[in-house]
């Protein structure tokens, strides 16, 4: 089993910026593509948000949030890292971490077989 416990979330002004955090723990071995979804208030969960391959080979992001957020992973460490810049209103949401046991399809929920509790990024004016 693999654990993911999110940090790093809060409250922040528009146009700010937060990392959150996401550490692996357990059987870490059969982890290759981690990625953040996040669910926005009112909305649906697990809106694709970015995902990085094994290894950080490859990264991918949502429209919305290209240019703006970066994802990185230390795999020493068993953590990812999602850097949001020029943060905006419709920004606020539960980000959820996850962790896929391939690198193919990491946009998609449903590769997805570990997830975090998720952590609360606030954006105010």
């Known amino acids: 089993q693999v654990r993911l416990v999110e940090s790093g979330g809060g409250p922040v002004q528009a146009g700010g910026s937060l990392r959150v955090s996401c550490t692996a723990s357990g059987h870490t071995f059969i982890i290759q593509g981690m990625g953040w979804f996040r669910q926005a208030p009112g909305k649906e969960r697990d809106e694709f948000v970015a995902?990085?391959?094994?290894?950080?080979?490859?990264?991918y992001y949502a429209d919305s949030v290209r240019g703006r957020f970066t994802i990185s992973r230390d795999d020493v460490g068993n953590t990812v890292y999602l850097q949001m810049n020029s943060l905006k209103l419709e920004d606020t949401a539960a980000y959820y971490c996850a962790a896929s046991g391939s690198s193919i399809g990491l946009a998609n929920r449903d590769r997805y077989r570990y997830w975090g509790q998720g952590t609360q990024v606030t954006v105010s004016q």
């Open positions: 995902a990085v391959s094994s290894r950080g080979g490859a990264t």
